[in-house]
């Protein structure tokens, strides 16, 4: 069992920058494969990254390479996105959620509650 709470969200300016952070608890967190969801309002939840267990092998999709950055501390048992140059359209619910699996095809059975990032123009 992990337990998964996100923090870090809030109301930035376009071209600004957050860090959300998603801590983790449950003995299984340093073997499970990390991952960054977003869900805006009318839309489905889309995948934004993935880290591997290690840290080692990370994934983004097309529409935040460059600007999104996942990392994790296995030490605290935390999972970071830092997100930059944000813009109006990164706007969503943010979530974390663990699993395994590499890149894309990962497949993840815990998630955390979200933290709502709201981005003015």
Not at 16 to 39: D, E, I, V
Not at 67 to 80: E, L, P
Request: hydrophobic share 35%; proline share 2%.
């Amino acid at each position: 069992q992990v337990l998964l709470v996100e923090s870090g969200g809030g109301l930035v300016q376009a071209g600004g920058s957050l860090r959300l952070s998603c801590a983790a608890s449950g003995r299984t967190f340093r073997s499970n494969a990390m991952g960054w969801f977003r869900q805006a309002p009318g839309k489905e939840r889309e995948l934004v990254g993935v880290i591997s267990w290690s840290g080692g092998s990370t994934y983004y999709a097309d529409s935040v390479k460059g600007r999104f950055t996942i990392s994790r501390d296995n030490a605290k048992n935390t999972v970071y996105l830092q997100i930059d140059s944000l813009k109006p359209e990164d706007t969503a619910v943010y979530f974390c959620a663990a699993g395994y699996g590499l890149g894309p095809h990962a497949k993840f059975d815990y998630w955390g509650q979200g933290t709502q990032v709201t981005v003015s123009s």
